[in-house]
């Protein structure tokens, strides 16, 4: 199988997961019960390793309480 190169826009969206679940002071078991997701997967999301489908981005800003694109924004 061949492999994907790894975009910036995915350290920017694990970026942006990281500081806001740590605004609120969440674990990642916390936003990934809010999620409906699975942790390791949002440990991974958010370590640039695994790619994040845009339905899942929706999830995931959904249980953020952010607009989706907030996660895609860079600095």
């Known amino acids: 199988m ?3 190169p790894k975009s ?3 350290d920017i969206v694990a ?3 990281r500081r ?3 605004e ?3 674990s990642q078991e916390h936003l990934a019960h809010e999620c409906g997701l699975n942790r390791t ?3 991974a999301v958010e370590r640039s390793e695994q790619n ?3 339905d899942n981005l929706y999830r995931v800003a959904r ?3 952010v607009e989706g694109w907030m996660l895609l924004k860079g600095d």
């Open 52 to 54: 994040i489908s845009i």
């Open 15 to 17: 970026r942006n997961m």
């Open 24 to 26: 609120r002071g969440w």
């Open 2 to 4: 061949k492999a994907t």
């Open 63 to 65: 249980g953020l309480g």
């Open 8 to 10: 910036p826009l995915r």
């Open 41 to 43: 997967y949002l440990s």
């Open 20 to 22: 806001l679940r740590a």
